[in-house]
């Protein structure tokens, strides 16, 4: 697509419900950020995938977030058991990687998903 | 620990007047550098980025930053202010070992009719 695409852009769930959230990226672009901005705070890097696999989750705040990209395009980042702290915009990112080929430093970020716990 | 700062919450300047918001950056080696700005309920656009070379970067929309290794800034500029680049502004650091963005807190422009 012409951009990255994230949906759905605003979602509110109950405490301790399971929500999915979900990340188109540019065609093509082989690696894949998640991040989350709470209010007045700049994005925290949550996980970042090179094709299919995590190449790094240390940003994953516990074991209720998980994240997928199982055919190395969408993503979905899962969170289990919601609380309210974990309300924030979740950014997606993407940019393309050629290997060893590291001239591209780009990064295209979509619109976010609102997620409100309540 | 890695880190990047902007000092200033808010920046206030008058339309037609230069304009400077502030990064400085902590991190071990030399990182790459870059500037996003967030209008609202719009995604972060990329704006520039230093990565080696001049260290006087040119971006986007007339903006450019000046990358400075002794004092670790990379300070975002432009000449002459526009009503319409009032938004959100994030400076953001890549170390060299890591393909993750590290951001700041964010300095909210206002530009002055």
């Known amino acids: 697509g012409a951009g990255v695409s994230q949906t759905p852009s605003n979602k509110v769930t109950e405490k301790g419900k399971y929500v999915e959230l979900r990340c188109d990226p540019i065609?093509?672009?082989?690696?894949l950020y998640w991040y989350r901005q709470s209010l007045g705070q700049g994005p925290e890097f949550l996980i970042y995938?090179?094709?299919?696999?995590?190449?790094?989750d240390s940003g994953l705040p516990n074991d209720r977030f998980f994240a997928v990209r199982p055919e190395g395009s969408v993503s979905t980042l899962k969170i289990q058991r919601t609380e309210r702290g974990d309300s924030a915009v979740y950014l997606c990112?993407?940019?393309?990687?050629?290997?060893?080929?590291?001239?591209?430093?780009?990064?295209?970020f979509g619109s976010g998903t609102r997620l409100t716990v309540v | 620990a890695q880190s990047v700062a902007q000092p200033e919450d808010q920046v206030n300047v008058a339309e037609g007047n230069p304009l400077t918001v502030k990064c400085t950056y902590s991190?071990?080696?030399?990182?790459?550098l870059f500037w996003y700005v967030q209008y609202p309920n719009r995604g972060l656009q990329f704006l520039l980025k230093?990565?080696?070379?001049?260290?006087l970067v040119k971006g986007s929309y007339g903006f450019e930053a000046e990358f400075n290794k002794s004092q670790t800034s990379f300070h975002l500029k432009k000449p002459s202010a526009l009503v319409s680049d009032s938004a959100l502004y994030f400076c953001?650091?890549?170390?060299?070992?890591?393909?993750?963005?590290?951001f700041g807190t964010g300095t909210r422009l206002q530009v002055f009719p």
């Open positions: 065609s093509g672009h082989t690696a």
């Open positions: 953001a650091v890549r170390p060299h070992n890591t393909d993750k963005l590290i």
């Open positions: 990112a993407s940019s393309f990687t050629g290997g060893t080929d590291r001239s591209n430093y780009g990064y295209t």
């Open positions: 991190v071990s080696g030399n990182p790459y």
């Open positions: 230093y990565i080696t070379g001049d260290n």
């Open positions: 995938f090179q094709g299919t696999g995590a190449a790094d």
